[in-house]
């Protein structure tokens, strides 16, 4: 992963901990349906890769959201951990666990065929359908 950086972050009540060396700066939004009902909205995350570590890790309930892909969140506070795909094991995390300290910069949505019509956000994104997020990244992410 180019320009990765140390990252490290929590849930809400600190129960569970984690660190990644792997933590992208570039931000991405998904506008799926299931990201929204998972989150109340849009869901920002990072990609951390799959070398991530928990402190706290008996705290963290894990879903399973589809054939490839599960989300964990805290057992104690319900924050939401992690969007991870199954067989990379790769991390998507939401960007508010990190803090405000990390240079990070909004770059890119995805299921932007999904996102309702009430909000937009100003940044300039590469924007992407669900169908073209599939055929770039097929359903490893």
């Not at 990252?7 to 660190?19: I, P, R, W």
């Not at 932007?112 to 997020?133: A, H, L, R, V």
Request: charged fraction near 25%; charge should be negative.
């Amino acid at each position: 992963m180019s320009n990765a950086m140390k990252a490290e972050g929590k849930c809400l009540c600190g129960t569970v901990v984690f660190k990644t060396k792997e933590a992208s700066p570039l931000v991405g939004v998904c506008h799926c349906e299931m990201c929204r009902r998972w989150g109340g909205g849009p869901f920002m995350g990072i990609n951390c890769g799959s070398d991530v570590s928990f402190e706290g890790g008996e705290n963290i309930e894990v879903f399973n959201s589809s054939d490839w892909a599960e989300r964990g969140f805290c057992g104690k506070c319900g924050t939401h951990l992690f969007y991870r795909i199954k067989r990379n094991k790769m991390h998507m995390m939401p960007v508010g666990l990190f803090g405000d300290k990390l240079p990070l910069k909004f770059t890119h949505e995805v299921f932007i065929d999904e996102k309702p019509g009430f909000y937009d956000f100003s940044n300039e994104t590469e924007q992407m359908t669900g169908e073209e997020c599939f055929a770039k990244f097929g359903e490893d992410g």
